[in-house]
Each structure stands twice: as C-alpha cells, then as structure tokens.
C-alpha cells in the first residue's frame, strides 16, 4: 500500500514535458488562422465595389469615328491655312491642281492630304495612349491652343529666316533647338518625343513619291536630293513641332467625346 502511495505521488509530481504542452499550439494556430482567413474571404467577397471609373472611360474603339471626322475636318481646313505660310515666302511652288484663294497659294489636293495626315499621327497617338500608357494626361484646351500658336509661330519664323537667305545649315541648327524646346514644353514624354521623330522623318519621305508622281509640288531651292527628288532638310522640324499639336488635340477631342458621352448616359 505505501509503494502504490508513493507511486501515485511521483506520477503528480513529474514534470509536464513543453514538447507535450506547445504540440497543440501549431493546431490552435493553423485553426485559428484558417477561421480568420475564411471570414475575410467572405466579407471581400460580398464588399461592393465601384465601376464608376470604368464606365466613365471612352474607348478608342467606340469614340474614334467622331474623333477622326473631326480630326479630318480640322487638317482639312486648318492645315492649308498653317501650309500656306511657307507657300508666301516661295518655299514650295504647287503644280498640277495649284489655286489661289486671296494671298493663299495652295493646291486642290493639300486639304485631303492634311487632313488624312492629322486624322492618321492623332488616331495613332490614341491607340497608343490606350495600349501603352493608360495614365496618359488627358487633353485641355489651354495646352491644345498653346501647342497651336507655338505651331503657327514656329513655321512663321522659318519662313521669314528662309525669305531673308538665312543659310540652310543655320537655321537648321536654330529650328532643331526650338523644335526641342517646344516639345519639352508642351508634351516632355520619351513616347511623344518617339512619335514626333518617326513623323518629322517619315512626312518628308511620303512627299518623294506624291511630288514624283503626280507633280502637285516641289521645293525651288532643295537642299538635299532623294531618290531623285529635292527636299529641304528642315521641314523635319516642322513636322516634329507638329506632332505636340495633334497629340494635345487628338487627346482633347477625346475627352470631349467622352463628356459628352457621359452627358447623354446620365440623361
């Protein structure tokens, strides 16, 4: 009896292993864990959310028809104005199809070709404002004005440094610089500076076959001969100061597009 006693004694008295003890700590924990991450599954799950955002955006896609009329329209009339500024000082002498509307030298075909030029570098800078930058400024008409006088001011003082004999190779040195400065102003982005480069070298190109072909112009005092065809080197500025202009525009007539989209869905 008194070794059952003292048995029973060292059997209360031994001490309780923490291996034993914390064992059923990892199966608390993981229990505990996966409780609290499927409540919060649930309540994530039935938490509404908010589409206002996404219904509010225009797509390409869906806008471009009125964008690209209005794109069109705008090179149609707006464009030969801007073009005859170089025809004043006899940069370029139109041929086949010339007219003349006041002091406007111009040629039958420009408007169309303007216009399909302003339709095709805006559209062009949309698609790729909806593929590759989806947090692309939208357009104001503050900096769609602005970009148009630097535009209208650029090409009114390369007239006059080409009408008073300013040597080709200087003022091609003066307009690069502003051609620059105008570009880090109004757009400043590494994609608009691209677009600007690829359209202020491949417009220039796109003249050879349309002045050798259909003989609608030619420049009197090229500078530089392709393919057998004469051009001045430093309408490559012209076209690369362009291309802010339509990249502010393209993007303003796309937020218009959109308000007024906006407008007749809440209506």
């Known amino acids: 009896m008194q070794s059952l006693t003292a048995l029973c004694s060292s059997i209360n008295f031994l001490p309780i292993s923490p291996n034993l003890h914390n064992s059923k700590q990892p199966i608390r924990s993981v229990y505990s864990q996966k409780k609290h991450e499927k409540s919060n599954s649930k309540y994530i799950d039935s938490r509404p959310y908010c589409t206002m955002g996404k219904q509010s955006k225009t797509s390409l896609s869906d806008a471009w028809p009125t964008i690209s009329l209005s794109l069109f329209g705008s090179g149609f009339f707006l464009g030969p104005l801007i073009d005859g500024i170089h025809s004043r000082v006899d940069l370029v002498t139109y041929q086949n199809g010339s007219i003349d509307i006041g002091p406007l030298h111009t040629n039958i075909w420009v408007p169309p070709l303007l216009g399909l030029f ?70 400043g982005s590494r994609q608009g500076f691209a677009l600007a480069c690829i359209v202020g070298l491949g417009c220039p190109l796109a003249e050879i076959p349309i002045m050798k072909l259909f003989h609608l112009w030619y420049y009197p005092q090229a500078n530089i001969i392709l393919f057998g065809q004469g051009l001045v080197t430093w309408t490559i500025t012209c076209y690369f100061v362009y291309t802010p202009f339509l990249i502010n525009f393209s993007r303003w007539l796309k937020s218009v597009t959109a308000s007024a989209a906006g407008s007749d869905r809440s209506d």
Request: hydrophobic share 55%; charged share 20%; glycine share 6%.
């Open 118 to 187: 302003y339709c095709t570098v805006g559209l062009l800078q949309l698609f790729l404002d909806e593929k590759f930058s989806p947090k692309a400024p939208e357009g104001s008409l503050e900096k769609t004005a602005s970009s148009l006088i630097a535009v209208v001011v650029f090409i009114e003082v390369s007239a006059e440094m080409y009408k008073a004999g300013v040597a080709d190779n200087i003022e091609g040195y003066i307009l690069f610089a502003a051609a620059e400065f105008i570009w880090l102003f109004l757009d």
